[in-house]
């Protein structure tokens, strides 16, 4: 039987031989996932440590070079097309080739030259659900252009010049963890990244007795993005304060949590929360690796609860949808854990269930978001992935 991931990518290249023609040079086809975090909520931007996975649901490219510099975008989901000049890089109304016109800009940032192209593009990373898909075009972008025009980019490089094309173009202060998880991701595997020295750790998470389940609130409430730089400046607003009594504090990696305590009055109060979720946070994530590695999965959930409550009460960046999602599962003796994942104000929620329960589990939360929202819930089983790759 074919793979899912297997249809998607026929289902692109098709797409790009209808748009180009059959005649038109033959595409490369590149994938590059979408992730999930197991915990390490925001924790990215202030050089604390992530624990996410790339997954089965991925962004795919089919490329191929053109003489000239005209490069052709088609937006396979979408049904719609963009074409510039490499030489006018100026944003265009339209937000979707704001990504793709990013890596470009990055590209030429770093001195480096690349000739047109045409691709299409598309794949089934929910947009929106806080899966990371605007992190897996961009790296997969760059990744094709990589291998296509011969830069000798390595990972990393294009891991942070992804970054910096949704920094600079696209103007979301982002961290660095999507764009690491949809290019380092590995089969099975979890990845503790360090986001201070960018070491990073393989950990196999034991699917044998669980399963992750996403629970897709399928709403996005447009604070999105202007909360997440406003939530990166009150962290910073906190680090300056600290750092006049410990010049050593850099960011809220380097802060204790006593430390946050001992100056609560002057951080205030929507300053102090967000130092107090962010400081137990960064902790919280090398306390759920040991669980991880002693295998104890009880209590590796008990944290995500706690993340999660954080992220509600502290750090505000959750929403009633993914509380009301959060809530239904606290006295499901199925559920170790669960927690809203990503960014925030909308999006999934992660669940970690055991394994002989997920039918009965995906019913009760269907019925009763149904019965809530009026809405349909989508849910995910996650399946760990290799990170971007071309399909050969
Ligand atoms: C978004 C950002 C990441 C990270 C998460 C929250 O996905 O792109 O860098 O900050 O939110 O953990």
Redo the contacts with the bound molecule.
Sequence with gaps: MQSAESKTSDRIKEAYLRKFGTDSAEPRVFRSPGRI?LI??????NNGF?LPASVDKAVYFAIAPLAGDLVTLYAADLGETYSFSLNDLSKPDQSWPHYQIGIIDQIKKSGLTIGGFQAAFGGDVPVGA?M?S??ALECCLLFALNELNHLNLDRFSIVKMA?KA?NEYVG?Q?????QFASAFGKDQMVIRLDCRSLEFEYFPFPMKDYLLVLCDTTVKHSLEDSE?NTRRLECEAGVKILKKYNPEINSLRDASIAIVELHKDELGDVIYRRCKYMTEEIQRVQQACDYLNEGNLESFGKKMYQTHDGLQYEYEVSCTELDFLVDLTRDNPDVVGSRMM???FGGCTINLVRIEAVEDFEATMKEAYKKQYSIELPCYRVKITNGTEEIL
């Design positions: 975090n390490g909520e925001h924790t990215d931007y992530v806080g990371s605007s992190a970054q949704e979301v982002c961290g660095i963890m999507d997440y990503g960014g925030g």
